[in-house]
């Protein structure tokens, strides 16, 4: 049975139920699953690729924030209201599968195992604690250790199935990143730059190489990763 993560608390005939009421889509990288403001209908478990959701600035710039990968979910919110819009653009950065559950059937899955309502309970509280967590490191993180932690998480998202030490591809440019971590792109090749020169990432076009992920971890962990007071 696929492994979907957030699927994981149901019991096995649940699952199975779940799964089967859901549609396969396959993505090109580059390619967009939803825009922003269109009507949201379904939320999607990614099975293999991954995507990136961005949201439209004041000035009107898509900034990303967010990198889903497999076992990850996304536009759960169409869960709760229906006929409600998205709130998020989602792209493709890469071939992507995803399986989609829509509102309807959702609700009768509900309606027939009062048991499968505890998924959305599941997405909600995922969600919460992605927004909470994303918003105590932009409030009391240093620029430069938001860029360290952010391609931490990263690596979390790229390494599946990979050994804790082994070297992991962020298929993401610095600008990116940088909308990740939420700094300039100067800050961010500033950091990506002395990562490089201490051996723990290399850099190549559109990708960060993450070399010696247990020594990225080590620096996420410091204050001031780069020697600065």
């Given at each position: 049975?696929?492994?979907?993560?957030?699927?994981?608390?149901?019991?096995?005939?649940?699952?199975?139920?779940?799964?089967?009421?859901?549609?396969?889509?396959?993505?090109?990288?580059?390619?967009?699953?939803?825009?922003?403001?269109?009507?949201a209908?379904?939320?999607?478990?990614?099975?293999?690729g991954?995507v990136?959701?961005?949201?439209?600035?004041?000035?009107?710039?898509?900034?990303?924030?967010s990198?889903m990968?497999?076992?990850?979910?996304?536009?759960?919110?169409?869960?709760?209201?229906r006929?409600?819009?998205r709130?998020?653009?989602?792209?493709?950065v890469?071939?992507?599968?995803t399986?989609?559950?829509a509102?309807?059937?959702?609700?009768?899955?509900?309606?027939?195992?009062?048991?499968?309502?505890?998924?959305?309970?599941r997405l909600?509280a995922?969600?919460?604690?992605?927004?909470?967590?994303a918003l105590?490191?932009?409030l009391?993180?240093p620029?430069?250790?938001?860029?360290?932690r952010?391609l931490?998480?990263?690596?979390?998202?790229?390494?599946?199935?990979a050994?804790?030490?082994?070297?992991?591809?962020v298929?993401?440019?610095?600008?990116?990143?940088?909308?990740?971590?939420?700094?300039?792109?100067?800050?961010?090749?500033?950091?990506?730059?002395?990562?490089?020169?201490?051996?723990?990432?290399?850099?190549?076009?559109?990708?960060?190489?993450?070399?010696?992920?247990?020594?990225?971890?080590?620096?996420?962990?410091?204050?001031?990763?780069?020697?600065?007071?």
């Amino acid at each position: 049975m696929l492994e979907l993560g957030l699927l994981s608390d149901l019991a096995p005939s649940e699952r199975r139920e779940v799964v089967a009421t859901m549609h396969r889509h396959t993505y090109a990288t580059g390619e967009v699953v939803f825009h922003e403001g269109d009507t949201a209908d379904s939320v999607h478990f990614v099975v293999e690729g991954r995507v990136v959701a961005r949201r439209s600035s004041e000035q009107g710039d898509r900034l990303a924030y967010s990198v889903m990968g497999p076992g990850q979910a996304f536009g759960e919110l169409a869960m709760i209201v229906r006929a409600g819009r998205r709130t998020a653009t989602i792209e493709a950065v890469e071939p992507t599968v995803t399986l989609a559950l829509a509102f309807a059937d959702f609700e009768r899955l509900c309606a027939k195992h009062p048991e499968v309502s505890r998924l959305l309970v599941r997405l909600l509280a995922a969600r919460v604690n992605r927004l909470t967590e994303a918003l105590m490191e932009a409030l009391h993180t240093p620029a430069e250790l938001r860029v360290v932690r952010s391609l931490v998480s990263l690596c979390g998202v790229y390494a599946v199935g990979a050994q804790s030490r082994s070297p992991v591809t962020v298929q993401l440019n610095q600008s990116e990143l940088a909308e990740l971590a939420g700094v300039t792109r100067p800050t961010a090749n500033r950091v990506l730059r002395r990562l490089e020169s201490g051996g723990v990432v290399a850099l190549d076009r559109g990708r960060v190489t993450v070399v010696d992920p247990g020594a990225l971890r080590r620096t996420a962990t410091v204050t001031h990763p780069l020697g600065h007071a």
